[in-house]
């Protein structure tokens, strides 16, 4: 095996596995240890006293926790909801709408896969119409991205589901400009920004669509079950939490009745919720330019990979301009032209690069069967070096 400086100063806030290369934060984050500590007293409270917790603290606690995600993202704290995770947004949002069968719901072909079955469920159960909009791989420009989309929309388009980043190709797409040609035809917008949140500058007033979902648990580096639902209050009457509780029916007049049915669904463990404050401040603390540094310092080591990864393979084609990469890039490996190969739900080559060098990264067929992406994420625990011991493995297994 290849020998590196493994790890950085920063890595030490995290309790991931020191014999593993780890350059996958994108898929399921990584909660640093302060915050997991901060959600361990958390817990001991709860538990401490459950009916003093929930019945007299929990509200106050969430309404503190969705103040400072609102001021994060650029939102109202009327108009921000805690979800588990931004799969559960969409599906709360698509399944509140009511469909018919002449309307068409626009997506892409990038969108997540278990968005895209959400999207399928309730276009089937109303007989309405998905139209996927194909995008070009490679992208030269994210207005290339913007005309993919708009050429699909028609008098029938009631709903367009949309990445923020996509998660099989890790562009960032120009959603500003999206929802705002989506709204001048009279079309809403249902973003998924599952990586968007903690990758990129946010101000959800500013990009202005009817609803917005993301998770705090990948770049905000939360604790895992912590996500949001943003929904513009003019849409809010219609749009329920998937699971219907005691808010339905209440008589309170305190608090909307999007936040009373949204904030309890049931006993639940909600202290991931109540860590992302923490977890804000604490990613904030690590660089002297707190979050704007580094989110900077994240793009530019995904540009830097990139580019050792390409010139060490041999590959001469950007799959999309530097405007449109955040914290993840992906980089598309040589042709075997053949289909891919998995070992049991992963990619062969995944595996091989797990089992035989320890390296966590995933391997994305894409656009098709015959070609792979290789997606890099880069958080601050990551180091040049770890890339380089990637590169290496790379060129002795391909």
Sequence with gaps: MFQYEHSNKWSLYW???????????????????????????????????????????????????????????????????????????????????????????????????????????????????????????????????????????????????????SSST???????????????????????????????????????????TGNCHK?????????????RRDKQENIHPLTISHGANSTRTDKSRFHLEFDWVGTDDPTAYLCVPEAIQFMGSLLPGSWSELMARNKSMALAARHLLQEKLGIKIDCCPDEMIGSMVVVKLPDEGKNEVYSGLIPLLQNDLWEKFRIEVPIVPWPHKRQRLLRISAQIYNSYSQYEYLAEALVKLL
Excluded at 107 to 117: F, L, S
Excluded at 219 to 231: Q, S
Aim: net charge negative; aromatic share 8%; charged share 20%.
């Design 15 to 165: 309790s991931l596995d020191s014999n593993v290369t780890f350059l996958n934060h994108g898929s399921f984050g990584a909660c640093p240890l302060p915050v997991l500590t901060a959600q361990t007293r958390l817990r001991e409270k709860l538990e401490r006293e459950p009916v003093h917790f929930f019945i007299r603290e929990f509200e106050t606690l969430l309404d503190e926790a969705r103040g400072k995600l609102a001021e994060f993202v650029g939102a109202k704290s009327e108009e921000l909801a805690f979800v588990p995770n931004a799969t559960t947004g969409v599906n709360a949002v698509l399944r509140s709408l009511k469909f018919s069968s002449s309307d068409e719901l626009l997506t892409t072909d990038q969108e997540y896969n278990a968005c895209h079955n959400a999207l399928n469920f309730v276009s089937d159960r109303a007989g309405a119409k998905v139209i996927v909009a194909s995008l070009p791989f490679p992208v030269e420009s994210p207005q290339q991205i913007v005309e993919a989309v708009i050429k699909h929309i028609s008098p029938r388009t009631r709903l367009a589901l949309l990445d923020h980043v």
């Design 170 to 212: 890790a562009f960032v797409f120009p959603i500003k400009q999206l929802v705002k040609e989506l709204a001048k035809r009279g079309v809403d917008t249902l973003v998924d920004g599952a990586h968007a949140v903690g990758m990129l500058p946010l101000n959800l007033e500013e990009i202005g669509a009817a609803y917005y």
């Design 219 to 231: 770049w905000l580096c939360a604790p895992k079950g912590a996500g949001f639902l943003y929904v």
